[in-house]
């Protein structure tokens, strides 16, 4: 793995951003395969617009055998890249440096480019722990987290900072877990992981639920979630709201959304390839909002 490079504190959401030096391009683009289906093109669409002129942002559907060659040909004219699954841990070995936490998680969710240099950060951890502050989960105490994938390592390190240290872990079959595992040893943490047959009885007494399962997966476990009384966040951003954060609104409970997420981290990457700190999260919040409305209509 390549030298570690600290720019922006995004474990927190301080700090600030380097400069992009000699770097002269005003180009981003968001990559992902199929790309269509992530809403992250409208957030940065929204945001470059609403910051005026001068700034573009292209949709380019990428697989990861094609990513290398793809980077390599981009010119000065480019600024960096907001990269969607399955490319956030395909990229770490293709640019010069990568931080700590991208590092720590397992992948990377934004490429900048300066100086004749790539470099990769993660955003999506900012992102997560923005959104439940926000929603007033500071102090869970407890977590439950369904899903072992690059999304869950990313929650992991946000419900660290939280101050939750042994987070439950769920999914089908243990081997799918080994992901976790990995990005819990980096991050200094303990998970204890389980199947789902077990949840009803995990879920009791803990503060907080976060889903990183696909869209519908987490439909089946509604019932047992709500139940539990614990805050509820889904990751999910592509179809919003999901029958498990209706269940949980009607419930009552604290409902942090994907949107929310996918806002701050969006804010993070454009704040990263920018420089620019004036970030129009309300602007970035409609357009990500009339989208989940067209495609439900």
């Known amino acids: 793995m390549r030298a570690a490079l600290r720019t922006m504190d995004l474990r927190t959401g301080t700090g600030s951003t380097e400069p992009r030096g000699g770097r002269s391009g005003r180009r981003t683009a968001v990559l992902g395969f199929p790309v269509d289906r992530s809403l992250s093109p409208v957030l940065h669409q929204a945001a ?12 380019v559907d990428c697989e990861e055998s094609g990513l290398a060659a793809l980077i390599d040909s981009l010119d000065d004219s480019w600024a960096g ?6 490319l956030k841990r395909a990229v770490l070995p293709l640019v010069d440096e990568v931080t700590d936490l991208a590092m720590d998680v397992g992948g990377a969710n934004t490429v900048v480019f300066r100086d004749g240099r790539t470099y990769g950060h993660n955003t999506d951890v900012y992102g997560i722990l923005t959104a439940l502050r926000e ?10 987290v369904l899903g072992g994938g690059t999304a869950a390592c990313s929650a992991l390190a946000a419900l660290g900072e939280l101050g939750v240290k042994e987070p439950v872990v769920v999914v089908r079959e243990r081997s799918r877990a080994a992901e976790a595992h990995a990005a819990a040893g980096r991050l200094g943490m303990a998970i ?15 503060g907080l639920v976060v889903s990183t399962l696909p869209a519908g997966a987490a ?19 592509s179809a919003w709201p999901t029958r498990l954060t209706k269940a949980a609104g009607f419930a009552g409970s604290t409902v942090v959304d994907g949107l929310s997420l996918l806002t701050h981290q969006v804010a993070g990457q454009i704040q990263l390839i920018t420089g620019r ?15 989940l409305t067209r495609r439900a209509g």
Not at 49 to 57: D, E, I, K, R, T
Not at 81 to 86: E, G, I, K, N, V
Not at 135 to 144: D, K, R
Request: net charge negative; with cysteine; charged share 15%.
């Open 48 to 59: 470059l617009q609403a910051m005026g002129p001068g700034w573009s942002s292209a949709t």
């Open 81 to 86: 890249l907001s990269l969607c699954t399955p």
């Open 135 to 144: 929603a007033g989960v500071h102090a869970p105490g407890s977590a439950v």
């Open 192 to 206: 204890d992981v389980h199947t789902f047959d077990r949840l009803d009885g995990l879920l009791h007494g803990t």
């Open 219 to 237: 439909d089946a476990y509604a019932a047992a979630i709500v139940h539990s009384r614990a805050a509820i966040f889904d990751v999910v951003c």
């Open 277 to 291: 700190t004036d970030i129009p999260l309300a602007a970035m919040r409609d357009a990500g909002q009339a989208e």
